[in-house]
């Protein structure tokens, strides 16, 4: 089952820009130094992490094709006979 939503009376919503302030907000403090420093090495520890871990995440990634296959395993009972 829809709802049927009440239509808005078009002079309601043009009388709406009539209500709207206008004072304006305060303008917004600017960051300090130490604040800007902060966020600069925030984004570089952030970014170094991910990059450390990209690169000590290759190797595990990657299929070593030069490699030659490895053995089966095979227990020492078999391999002493």
Known sequence: MSRRRESVPFAFVAEAEKFR?????????????????????????????????VILGLPAMSTDQNRPPAQSQQSEVSQNR
């Open 21 to 53: 302030s206008n004072v304006t907000p305060p303008p917004r403090e600017r960051a300090t130094v130490s604040q800007i420093a902060g966020r600069w090495l925030m984004g570089l520890t952030i970014t170094a992490g991910l990059v450390g871990s």
